[in-house]
């Protein structure tokens, strides 16, 4: 079985200057391949840009030109510029390029109207005539918009990062809630969704139960439309990698064979277009839930 990582960050706070990491704690550091590594050995990975310079996404680009383990980087800008296609095809071009398999541009609390631009519209129809994967990184109360965006853009591929589990307060409006609004994007067949990123929201008081969490996900998604990330090193706030893994694995122990292979692998692999020719060898004991991980 193929595993892959499909939410993972590199940054150096040296290089690039991300304003939300001065106020991180003990991620206000840096976190390159070397650190990944004493984390998760060879996982190959999918790195998402945290910022959003095209430096750095130029650096990370150029690691992934350098490193077979990671199979590919989306990359973060404003849809909303209307050069912003054109500042990914110029990166394309450059070293490391044909690593770029999808964009990210976060939608924070209160901005998913921004979805419905006619700018933003053509920059996401755009990147689907490229081949590339969206992310959707949604806040609170996007998920409608993120919706309409999805059914009227068929072509396009749209990955919702961390089960959009920020667009809801799950503390407050339940699981129920975010189900009830989730459910919409599960029912179209140009979206998957990454179980990733829950961290937060299943580890503090009142947050939700893992196990739901996945219930729900494999209900409206179904296993080939979902992938595992960890969102390291930011999962690192709560859990160890190892640990992240274990959970993951628990959760998934009812699936088949054929199930499992999908969630582990090969709907990132689908999804992004990922050439995994030169990656490393995996040893698939890690997606095997050992007593004391979890």
Same mark, same amino acid.
């Given at each position: 079985?193929?595993?892959?990582? $499909?939410?993972?960050?590199?940054? &150096? ?39 959003? @310079?095209? &430096? ?32 990914? &095809?110029?990166?394309?071009? #450059? ?13 924070? $609390? ?6 419905? !631009?006619? +700018?933003?519209? %053509? ?6 005539? %490229? ?10 109360? @996007? ?19 961390? $089960? ?7 503390? %407050?409006?339940? !699981?129920?809630?975010?189900?009830? +609004? ?15 990123? !829950? ?46 893994? #274990? ?10 064979? &054929? ?7 090969? @709907?990132?692999?689908?999804?992004? #277009? ?14 095997? @839930?050992? +007593?004391?991980?979890?």
């Amino acid at each position: 079985m193929t595993v892959i990582d $499909a939410h993972v960050h590199l940054w &150096d706070p040296h290089l690039h200057d991300h304003a939300w990491l001065r106020s991180a704690g003990e991620l206000h550091r840096t976190f390159r391949l070397d650190d990944l590594t004493a984390a998760c050995g060879t996982v190959t990975a999918v790195v998402v840009q945290a910022g959003r @310079t095209v &430096d750095e996404a130029r650096w990370l680009l150029g690691l992934a030109a350098r490193s077979p383990r990671l199979a590919g980087v989306v990359v973060c800008a404003d849809l909303a510029d209307p050069a912003a296609v054109d500042t990914i &095809d110029a990166l394309r071009a #450059g070293d490391g390029g044909s690593a770029l398999v999808g964009l990210r541009d976060p939608v924070g $609390a209160g901005e998913g109207a921004r979805l419905g !631009l006619p +700018q933003v519209r %053509r920059s996401l129809a755009a990147l689907g005539e %490229r081949g590339l994967a969206v992310d959707l990184l949604l806040g609170h109360g @996007t998920l409608r918009e993120a919706y309409a965006a999805a059914r009227d853009l068929p072509q396009v591929r749209f990955v919702v990062d961390h $089960a959009a589990i920020s667009a809801v307060d799950v503390r %407050r409006e339940g !699981l129920s809630e975010w189900a009830a +609004q989730l459910r919409p994007l599960g029912q179209l067949p140009n979206v998957v969704c990454k179980l990733s990123g !829950l961290g937060k929201a299943t580890a503090e008081p009142g947050g939700a139960r893992l196990d739901a969490v996945a219930r729900v996900m494999l209900d409206l998604f179904g296993p080939h439309r979902l992938m595992f990330g960890s969102d390291w090193p930011v999962s690192t706030l709560w859990s160890p990698y190892a640990d992240v893994v #274990g959970a993951t694995a628990r959760v998934l122990g009812g699936l088949t064979a &054929d199930e499992a292979a999908a969630v582990w692998g090969g @709907t990132a692999i689908g999804t992004y #277009g990922l050439d995994l020719a030169d990656t490393p060898a995996i040893d698939n004991r890690m997606t095997t @839930t050992r +007593q004391g991980e979890i």
